[in-house]
Structures are given as structure tokens and as C-alpha cells.
Nanobody, 124 residues
Framework: QVQLVESGGGSVQAGGSLRLSCAASEYTASRYCMGWFRQAPGKEREDVARITSNGNRGYAGSVQGRFTISKDNAKNILYLQMNSLKPEDTAMYYC??????????????????WGQGTQVTVSS
């Protein structure tokens, strides 16, 4: 059974950086699509970044050029490096996996495994 545990959230001033980590069950990072999503109070959960089993990346327009998704297949850890943070990046960030190989599904509801979330707060 796939399990995900996020860490690395915190509070930072605008312009700062944070790196989130997501520890996954064995083989998850190498076999499946994984992604980062976020949800701010009163808003719907939204895409941040995704990475396929073979390493192809995709980003939401709002984070393109500022955030980088990566993974360590040997350690089964997913990362999200967040630079030039803005107050509007404040949200609960979730790691998720879709148990498909070679691509990432387009719909968030296709991600069947979720972590518990880690809070990111960016102050102005």
C-alpha cells in the first residue's frame, strides 16, 4: 500500500525559499506519477507540479520558473524546491501519487493516494 509523508513546511518572508519533501513507500517514486498540490482556506485544491515515473515535469503557470519538482528514486523521496515565494503561495501543500506508469493523469481526482499535508505560510 502506497503511503506518503510530507515535511519541510514553515513560515517564510516573501522572496524566501523552502524545500518540501515527501517520503514515499518503496518503489513509488520510480513507478508512479507523483505531484504536489495546494489548498488555501476557502479555495479549491489546485495543481502545483507533477512528475511522471520517467521524470517528465509539469508546472502550474503560477509557479513556473519559481518552483522545481524533483525526486530521488533510490530514496523514494519527492521534493518541491520553492523559490521567490509570494504571499499568495500560502496554503497547505499536499504530496500525492497516481498509480499509473509513464504519464500523469490530468484530473486531480485521479490521484488516489495523499499525504497529510504540510503548511506553508509566506508573509509580506
Amino acid at each position: 500500500q502506497v503511503q506518503l509523508v510530507e515535511s519541510g513546511g514553515g513560515s517564510v518572508q516573501a522572496g524566501g525559499s523552502l524545500r518540501l519533501s515527501c517520503a514515499a513507500s518503496e518503489y513509488t517514486a520510480s513507478r508512479y506519477c507523483m505531484g504536489w498540490f495546494r489548498q488555501a482556506p476557502g479555495k479549491e485544491r489546485e495543481d502545483v507540479a507533477r512528475i511522471t515515473s520517467n521524470g517528465n515535469r509539469g508546472y502550474a503557470g503560477s509557479v513556473q520558473g519559481r518552483f522545481t519538482i524533483s525526486k530521488d528514486n533510490a530514496k523514494n523521496i519527492l521534493y518541491l524546491q520553492m523559490n521567490s515565494l509570494k504571499p499568495e503561495d500560502t496554503a497547505m501543500y499536499y504530496c500525492a501519487a497516481a498509480t499509473v506508469t509513464g504519464y500523469c493523469p490530468s484530473q486531480i481526482r485521479s490521484f488516489g493516494v495523499w499525504g497529510q499535508g504540510t503548511q506553508v505560510t509566506v508573509s509580506s
